[in-house]
């Protein structure tokens, strides 16, 4: 009985170093950051590390969920990284401009924050508009920190998950830009890329 209690505390460790890029411990911490639906509360156990609670998800076809619960998890550059690598999958190359010039603005800044490409990321978002994979990604690119206001203007804070709720709605968005019958699996592949940059040191990490 005691041996079964140890292991069941133990066990989540090894999953949580397996993200090594999503610095909370436990899957609670992450759903404490938004709304999520009752379906994926309900999968959810106290202590619970964060990908067995992905695991949990991808297994019941919730990948809606496992997408938000990604861009909540990851660290906000790390965030927009995956939602750069996620609406690339699903733009045409024959996109139009303001749609190539938004994921140009989120691939400048992630390459090399700064707060010139966070104001150009909002201008391209506000060209490809707000509705599309690619704008959303480039608001959330704005929302990743700084102020809301204009740089002449006093500060308005941005809120604290602004740039996750964002870059959720954009992956989402994504995942269903090649229809309906092909969401399901669009959104697997994605939350795999979102493990895969939760697991690995960011191309900025590497030069």
């Known amino acids: 009985m005691n041996k079964g209690k140890t292991t069941a505390r133990a066990s989540p460790e090894p999953s949580a170093k397996a993200l090594p890029k999503v610095a909370a411990a436990t899957a609670e911490e992450v759903?404490?950051?938004?709304?999520?639906?009752?379906?994926?509360?309900?999968?959810?156990?106290?202590?619970m590390a964060p990908e067995p609670f992905l695991?949990?998800?991808?297994?019941?076809?919730?990948y809606e969920d496992a997408l938000a619960f990604l861009a909540y998890a990851l660290p906000r550059r790390e965030a927009l990284w995956w939602g750069l690598?996620?609406?690339?999958?699903v733009t045409p190359a024959d996109a139009?401009?303001?749609i190539a010039a938004a994921l140009a603005a989120t691939d400048a800044w992630t390459a090399a924050p700064s707060e010139e490409r966070r104001r150009a990321a909002l201008k391209?978002?506000?060209?490809?508009?707000?509705?599309?994979?690619?704008?959303?990604?480039?608001?959330?690119?704005?929302?990743?920190?700084g102020s809301l206001a204009p740089p002449d203007c006093p500060p308005i804070p941005v809120?604290?998950?602004?740039?996750?709720?964002?870059?959720?709605?954009?992956?989402?968005l994504g995942s269903l830009a090649l229809g309906p019958e092909q969401s399901e699996k669009t959104a697997r592949d994605y939350v795999n890329l979102g493990i895969g940059v939760a697991s690995q040191p960011a191309v900025w990490e590497k030069r």
């Open 55 to 62: 695991d949990r998800l991808q297994g019941v076809g919730l």
């Open 85 to 89: 690598a996620c609406v690339r999958k």
């Open 96 to 98: 139009p401009p303001e």
């Open 159 to 172: 809120g604290e998950w602004f740039c996750a709720r964002t870059v959720a709605a954009a992956v989402h």
């Open 124 to 145: 391209a978002a506000e060209a490809a508009t707000y509705g599309t994979p690619a704008g959303c990604l480039a608001l959330a690119v704005f929302f990743n920190e």
């Open 31 to 47: 759903l404490a950051r938004y709304e999520a639906s009752k379906d994926a509360l309900a999968l959810v156990k106290p202590g």
